[in-house]
């Protein structure tokens, strides 16, 4: 499975984005997905996180209620709607996939390159 991560960019506070990951390969359809980002000085953290079959979802609490994760089967592409975007929201976002547990950073296996979210306040 290859991913392709793309919709960063530069916002100013409160504004949206959509980001999408595109991914080739028939796997994906069966391995759960996950945003992860990597802001200036701090360490990888998951975001959120879809199940194959989009029925059950993951939110790190800070962005729990602005930020919802879907995916598209048909499309092979997942994508993480951010709303109300904040100054702390400014990182690195990258898509990722495997057959890991949501809410957990491990058992990703494929990762996309990472697409860059800046947001001024």
């Known amino acids: 499975v290859q991913l392709q991560a793309s919709g960063g960019g530069l916002v100013e506070t409160g504004d949206s984005l959509r980001l999408s990951c595109a991914a080739s390969?028939?796997?994906?359809?069966?391995?759960?997905v996950g945003w992860f980002r990597q802001g200036p000085g701090k360490e990888r953290e998951v975001v959120a996180a879809?199940?194959?079959?989009?029925?059950?979802?993951y939110y790190a609490d800070s962005v729990k209620g602005r930020f919802t994760i879907s995916r598209d089967n048909a499309k092979k592409t997942a994508y993480l709607q951010m709303n109300s975007l904040k100054p702390e929201d400014t990182a690195v976002y990258y898509c990722?996939?495997?057959?890991?547990?949501?809410?957990?950073?491990?058992?990703?296996?494929?990762w996309g390159q990472g697409t860059l979210v800046t947001v001024s306040s």
């Open positions: 879809i199940s194959w079959s989009g029925d059950s979802t």
């Open positions: 390969g028939g796997l994906f359809r069966w391995i759960n």
């Open positions: 990722a996939a495997g057959r890991a547990d949501l809410g957990l950073p491990s058992g990703y296996g494929y």
